[in-house]
């Protein structure tokens, strides 16, 4: 248990120490070394990997801040409805860092620590490594791994394009579309983990529609989202196998 404890602080202070840093070597270059950025969304359901975390209202943030292909971001969901109303359920802290490997392959690999509170759920730790490539359809492929209190690997293969530009009105603001989807590939320890589950399985399929409104200084970006799991061993055993839910989010770039 103390192990566990230890991976915690590991990332929330690695996450604080690299904004600490970044926010001076911004200070220093006259702010071009630090990139930042802020998100709130509204989802109707929260959905993660295929699993219903909470079939009803969320409010999701996220604030991140990134330098030399480093990135720190704090994320949280916030319940809306029931008995945990207005009460933080999730908040994940993520270190990541990136690089491309050529023209048209991108690398990262990281850390996110999830914490749950108000719910009597113990905290966990994945680590995580992928590959982009920068080809029609951006296909990725990320590997996740519980360090934690789930001992297997999910992997996620994904996919995905955007149209940029689709319609443009006064003032510099314009309107786009993003497409994408996924498959999650779940290992035995993490099925059996999660779903009791022994095997390795086609776990769930996810996507989403978005059409980011570029209002200048924010983007304003509603979206349909639509996720199953795939497996019947796995789906059977749930309440409700396949969600669909709409969202609406606001960002902030710096």
Request: aromatic residues 12%; proline residues 3%.
């Amino acid at each position: 248990m103390r192990e566990r404890g230890i991976w915690g602080w590991r990332v929330k202070a690695a996450v604080l120490v690299m904004a600490v840093g970044v926010a001076a070597a911004a200070a220093e270059d006259g702010g071009k070394v630090l990139s930042a950025a802020v998100s709130v969304d509204y989802a109707g359901k929260y959905v993660w990997r295929g699993q219903p975390v909470n079939p009803e209202s969320v409010m999701q943030t996220n604030v991140s801040g990134s330098a030399y292909g480093f990135t720190g971001s704090i994320w949280s969901n916030n319940d809306l409805t029931d008995d945990r109303r207005g009460e933080f359920s999730e908040v994940d802290y993520a270190l990541d860092y990136s690089r491309s490997l050529g023209e048209k392959v991108g690398f990262s690999a990281g850390v996110i620590h999830y914490l749950f509170p108000n719910t009597g759920f113990s905290p966990t730790t994945e680590i995580y490594g992928g590959l982009s490539f920068d080809v029609p359809l951006a296909p990725s492929i990320k590997w996740y791994r519980d360090v934690n209190e789930v001992d297997g690997s999910y992997i996620q293969i994904g996919a995905g394009h955007s149209f940029e530009g689709v319609a443009e009105w006064a003032n510099g603001c314009s309107m786009g579309v993003s497409l994408g989807a996924s498959v999650g590939i779940g290992g035995a320890g993490y099925n059996a983990g999660y779903f009791g589950v022994e095997e390795t399985r086609m776990n769930d399929f996810t996507m989403k529609v978005g059409v980011p409104l570029d209002l200048k200084h924010v983007t304003l970006t509603p979206s349909f989202n639509f996720s199953t799991m795939i497996d019947d061993g796995i789906g059977d055993g749930m309440t409700d196998r396949s969600n669909a839910w709409f969202g609406i989010g606001i960002s902030k770039s710096f």
